[in-house]
């Protein structure tokens, strides 16, 4: 059974760096094909791909936050990290893990909920 | 960077078929996904690569690609399909989405 959960700050301010934690299950990203992804929703708009890694550690991120983002992952935990500098007000949204077999995403976390404000 | 067109809204009598579009370049080339998200939940991924169900999905939710249009059907629309829905494609390295369809059953 695949299981992905979201952690981290509900709360930052800006300027700060969020590090969100995904911690799955039912799955290792030794295992050559699996990755992970990273995805988030500003409250009722669309879904908006941040990055992913691979099994062969390769990472890809959005052309538009590459500059802001660093994605990693700890196999031994079976843990995914996603960084995000310099976090602004329009950065609040719901962000969301999910597990990636092929192109498509399969499996999400629920999400959780992040707030930049002062 | 690639672009994918998703009309904002679609209705659908009770009983009837819902077709919703997804709109991009030569789109047929590429795999296509689909995801229902429902208010306050994760989304759910219904079709993967053009036309296949997971486990779990209902028959009356199918694919189809071609050309530049990609569409999601959804046979005897129930009041339980109304949701959100988006398209997806890996493209340029990247994951694409389209900016979602709101399904609505009346």
């Known amino acids: 059974q695949v299981t992905l959960r979201e952690s981290g700050p509900a709360l930052v301010k800006p300027t700060q760096t969020l590090t969100l934690t995904c911690t799955f299950s039912g799955f290792s990203l030794s295992t050559s094909g699996m990755c992970v992804g990273w995805i988030r929703q500003p409250p009722g708009k669309a879904l908006e791909w941040l990055a992913r890694i691979d099994w062969d550690d390769d990472k890809y991120y959005s052309t538009s936050l590459k500059t802001r983002l660093t994605i990693s992952k700890d196999t031994s935990k079976d843990q995914v990290v996603l960084t995000m500098t310099n976090m602004d007000p329009v950065d609040t949204a719901t962000y969301y893990c999910?597990?990636?077999?092929?192109?498509?995403?399969?499996?999400w976390g629920q999400g959780t909920l992040v707030t930049v404000s002062s | 960077s690639y672009e994918l067109t998703q009309p904002l809204s679609v209705s659908v009598a009770l009983g009837q078929t819902a077709r919703i579009t997804c709109g991009g370049n030569n789109i047929e080339s590429k795999n296509v996904h689909w995801y229902q998200q429902k208010p306050g939940q994760a989304p759910v991924l219904v079709i993967y690569?053009?036309?296949n169900r997971p486990s779990g999905i209902p028959e009356r939710f199918s694919g189809s690609n071609s050309g530049n249009t990609a569409t999601l059907t959804i046979s005897r629309a129930q009041a339980g399909d109304e949701a959100a829905y988006y398209c997806?494609?890996?493209?340029?390295?990247?994951?694409?989405f389209g900016g979602g369809t709101m399904l609505t059953v009346l």
């Open positions: 999910a597990r990636i077999l092929g192109s498509e995403l399969d499996y």
């Open positions: 690569r053009d036309t």
């Open positions: 997806q494609v890996w493209a340029f390295s990247t994951v694409v």
